[in-house]
């Protein structure tokens, strides 16, 4: 009898520090699961990585057993890319090292890290860099992505302070890729996804940011289009200090909201301004609020950083049911603004959500060639996530993310944000790089020209 993937690689993987787990062993069903509970697939083995030397192991393994191989950082991606079925799971989550320079303003950051750790570590020295908006997420991730968040409009992409990053390639070399060293590999990761290998430390760009005056402004759903119109007509004049997306979804149902306002169907934005000014921040807020009735409840309040990253940790927990779909998004005209506010104020769970995240200010400040994420000039990114704690309204969350993008998709730039997608066909991974793919096609040709890391938002190798 031919042994399994675990029995061959405990057997082959001399040397390997890190834990091998398969199907028999203890904890494989802990070891498997991501943060899409929609997602339940099952490898062939987790191999769990203490460094890079482990993480060319497994790609080897992999590589010389032609088995399919995922890359997990935080294991965050809606679409499950962070786990397969009858393959490897290479696991980077043993990889925390954080280690920040305050006097250089950097930050350097384990492969296996999410941006809870980063931003504890980095908010002791009152510095932080551009991530999401979750701190369950994981770096890896987002950061490959893109890496839009709550900085986005002051500082950029996480991308946009990416300095270097230390790369396991499916070869099994280690590189390191910078604006010096191996420049054109610095490129494609910065947008790229996880196609060129697997990334073991990032060095960020770290900015002032300690205290902000953030949090919530929602007013009923019934008013979304005219919320959602004044806030269209806001943005693109409100200062850079000031981070601001726009949602549709309901009232948590616990604290610091009011009990008479839990699980209220609600239209609203979510605020970030830098710096601990209540008075600077209400005045770059003023002529949003000014144009528009009371509303339901009004939140910010100055809170360090961390604080706002986790702040929707609690509602979205590990496990839950998701499906989401997304597009960017130039314009929002007049018809646009309608199906929002048919669907948005109809969301099939109170978790379920749509988000606008801002894409201006210093996204603007770099062309669409100058990395891999070439919709530098949209205004929006937007998602359509159908949440629900309860496996049997996956059926239902899903169908409204798609009708609800569907929809919609007339009135879109195009492509979508690659870490908001599902798995959707080449066609959308195309439209989602727009004139940069074939030269990340050449990049792949060049890195791995054979597509091993392919479970993916797959560029194909030209």
Not at 41 to 62: Q, S
Request: charged content about 20%; glycine content about 12%; hydrophobic content about 40%.
């Amino acid at each position: 009898m031919s042994m399994t993937p675990a029995e061959a690689a405990r057997k082959e993987l001399s040397g390997f520090e890190g834990r091998l787990i398969g199907p028999d062993d203890s904890g494989y069903d802990e070891a498997r699961a991501v943060y899409n509970g929609m997602i339940d697939r099952r490898p062939a083995l987790v191999a769990r990585c203490t460094g890079p030397e482990d993480v060319a192991r497994v790609i080897g393994f992999a590589r010389d057993h032609a088995l399919p191989l995922a890359v997990r950082g935080g294991g965050h991606h809606g679409a499950g890319l962070g786990t397969c079925d009858d393959g490897v799971v290479l696991d980077l989550s043993p990889l925390k090292d954080i280690e920040v320079d305050p006097a250089a303003r950097t930050v350097r950051v384990g492969g296996g890290c999410v941006w809870g750790e980063v931003d504890r570590a980095t908010n002791e020295h009152g510095l932080a860099t551009p991530s999401g908006i979750i701190s369950t997420t994981g770096v890896a991730g987002i950061t490959l992505g893109g890496g839009l968040g709550h900085l986005s409009r002051t500082y950029g992409l996480t991308i946009d302070n990416l300095l270097e990053a230390d790369l396991v390639l499916a070869s099994g070399e280690r590189v390191r890729a910078s604006a010096d060293e191996n420049p054109d590999l610095f490129w494609a990761i910065r947008g790229g996804g996880g196609n060129f290998g697997v990334v073991t430390s990032f060095l960020f760009r770290l900015h002032e940011v300690d205290t902000v005056v953030a949090g919530p402004t929602f007013w009923p759903a019934e008013l979304g289009a005219e919320v959602l119109t004044a806030y269209r007509d806001f943005l693109p004049d409100a200062p850079r200090e000031l981070g601001a997306f726009f949602l549709f979804g309901s009232v948590p149902p616990g604290p610091p909201f009011p009990e008479e306002t839990h699980l209220r169907k609600v239209c609203g934005v979510v605020w970030c301004h830098l710096g601990e000014d209540t008075d600077a921040a209400a005045r770059a807020m003023a002529p949003l609020l000014d144009a528009l009735p009371a509303p339901l409840l009004h939140g910010p309040a100055p809170m360090p950083f961390p604080a706002l990253q986790s702040a929707f940790d609690g509602v979205y927990p590990p496990g839950d049911q998701w499906y989401w779909r997304a597009d960017f998004v130039d314009e929002i005209p007049d018809e646009a603004v309608a199906v929002h506010a048919r669907f948005g104020s109809e969301p099939p769970t109170w978790k379920s959500t749509m988000h606008l995240y801002p894409i201006d200010g210093a996204v603007h400040d770099h062309a669409a060639e100058d990395t891999a994420w070439s919709y530098r000039d949209s205004r929006w990114a937007s998602v359509f996530a159908g949440v629900d704690s309860d496996p049997a309204n996956a059926g239902l969350v899903e169908r409204w993310s798609v009708e609800y993008s569907d929809a919609l998709h007339p009135y879109s730039a195009g492509g979508a944000y690659v870490n908001m997608m599902m798995n959707e066909g080449q066609e959308r991974v195309r439209a989602a790089y727009r004139g940069n793919y074939d030269r990340l096609a050449r990049v792949k040709a060049d890195r791995d020209p054979h597509n091993l890391f392919r479970l993916n938002q797959n560029i194909e190798p030209a």
